[in-house]
């Protein structure tokens, strides 16, 4: 079996092949402009779609694919840099700059161990990925690493730039500004690391009266937190960088005594290039716009920084749709959800209570440190006018491990599981891309709060308590 698949696919890379160079041929004759193209097959592909992204510049692009697994493009003035491939949940990354000409080839069922590239900037593609396995293999043993001493630690962390810089000289043949890029991020991942250390010390420590030593952070004296070419090739710089303009929000929100958010947006407001502070603005406000409670003045915010209008588009079609779910408004609904025993469930079973959602997953740990604290309100307000109703958007792989989970933590309130996880529809019009997430609803429907305390946040006892539950 494994024989034919592989014998198939050498198939479809030869066909690939062999299309690609008239296709190819074709579309560089018509496109004079700065260009790059992408193409490949898909075996077994149920999506019909491949997602381009590029995460550092913000790049996006949907490619069809055709009935034949195939899928060709031109991305027009291309920037030199690290995109993913995104299909059937499935993601390759890989370097494109202008000109290049990638093909790849994978079976869905089997994609990792049957990807195949070929074309111009593969060499730099085979090369990336690499670095990022001998990176793994360094950190490997994470929590260990992060409790050895300073010194200690930062001898792992040059044995690791040691041996990066080793894996670069022996890559041949690579493109000449590709590895002039590549020699600033080696440096790049040992910085970001080092500001790492001083979080993650005293969390694996658990001594949160750690600091690090004056001389620990002396390399980023003078450093430079505004090259564009950096920040939109080495995903380590722009950590630095995004790093760097947090932490000067939460010293602006100590000394101002201000909200989260609008420290966030002072902070990003400093940022002088505007490249770097619109992809930051951006990144910060679709992560955080769904939280906010002051949505219009969120919003206006993040309009009066972004100069980037597909961004802003973006951010107001998420904008309109939490307009939707705001105090007062009727909320979604979901339908049939299934219980650990099959029993198919929907919001309407619960009118004429209060209903407190939690939105949670088996693999999420802030998910699961709040279980006793959700434990402890369900018995607290046992016999009341509320129902506690717990959302998992598991996959459905992990249907199993839910049920058990469930049972060996003894879950109570109603249990049920999200019919397509992250993709149910009731799930995205709460705009829900990160968890736990609580919602409280009325005996009418209507949304009390689309971002609810958590169980451990005392003020969840006070809203119960105002609204007389």
């Known amino acids: 079996m494994k024989d034919n698949i592989m014998k198939k696919i050498f198939l479809v890379i030869l066909v690939a092949f062999l299309l690609g160079v008239s296709c190819n041929e074709q579309e560089k004759k018509m496109n004079k402009v700065n260009f ?66 990638l093909n790849l080839v994978a079976d869905v069922k089997n994609f990792r161990n049957t990807l195949h590239i070929t074309g111009k900037g593969r060499l730099e593609s085979e090369y990336m990925n690499k670095r990022d396995s001998i990176v793994n293999n360094h950190f490997s043993k994470k929590e260990e690493l992060f409790t050895l001493n300073e010194d200690s630690f930062k001898l792992k962390l040059k044995e690791l730039s040691n041996d990066l810089q080793i894996n670069l000289k022996k890559s041949e043949n690579l493109n000449q500004s590709f590895v002039e890029k590549e020699k600033r991020n080696i440096n790049y991942i040992f910085l970001s690391n080092l500001k790492k250390y001083v979080r ?9 009266e750690f600091e690090v030593s004056n001389e620990f952070l002396k390399d980023f004296n003078d450093f430079d937190y ?22 000067k929000a939460s010293e602006i929100r100590k000394k101002d005594s201000i909200s989260r958010n609008n420290s966030l947006f002072k902070s990003i407001e400093t940022i002088p290039n505007q490249r770097i502070k619109n992809i930051l603005v951006f990144e910060s406000v679709k992560q955080g716009i769904s939280y906010a409670k002051e949505l219009e003045d969120y919003y206006q915010k993040f309009l009066k920084i972004s100069t980037n209008k597909e961004n802003e588009g973006e951010i107001t079609e998420m ?52 279980i006793p604290f959700l ?68 005996p009418q429907g209507k949304i009390i709060d689309r971002d609810a305390p958590r169980p451990s946040n005392e003020s969840l006892i006070e809203l119960f308590e105002e609204i007389g539950i």
């Open 226 to 247: 505004n090259s564009v070419v950096d920040f939109t090739f080495a995903p380590a710089y722009k950590e630095i960088v995004t790093d760097h303009y947090m932490d």
């Open 375 to 442: 434990k402890e309100l369900e018995k607290k307000y046992h016999n009341k006018n509320v129902e506690f109703v717990s959302i998992s958007v598991d996959e459905e792989e992990n249907y199993e491990k839910w049920k058990k989970m469930v049972k060996e933590e003894e879950l109570e309130g109603i249990q049920l599981i999200a019919d397509n996880n992250f993709e149910s529809t009731f799930i995205k019009e709460y705009l829900i891309n990160g968890i736990p997430r609580f919602i409280l609803i009325d």
């Open 319 to 370: 904008y309109s749709k939490l307009l939707k779910i705001q105090k007062g408004k009727t909320s979604p609904k979901f339908h049939n959800y299934s219980d650990i025993n099959g029993k198919k469930v929907s919001l309407d079973d619960f009118k004429g209570k209060y209903v407190y959602i939690d939105v949670w997953a088996t693999w999420c740990g802030p998910c699961i440190r709040q």
């Open 36 to 101: 790059a193209i992408i193409s490949g097959e898909l075996l077994n592909d149920k999506d019909k779609i491949v997602h381009i992204y590029n995460p550092n510049t913000l790049i996006k692009k949907e490619i069809e694919v055709k009935s034949d697994g195939t899928f060709i493009d031109t991305l027009k003035n291309i920037e030199p840099g690290i995109y993913h491939l995104y299909s059937n949940r499935n993601r390759v990354k890989f370097y494109l700059e202008k000109e290049y000409d």
């Open 200 to 208: 993650y010390h005293p969390y694996y420590t658990k001594n949160d």
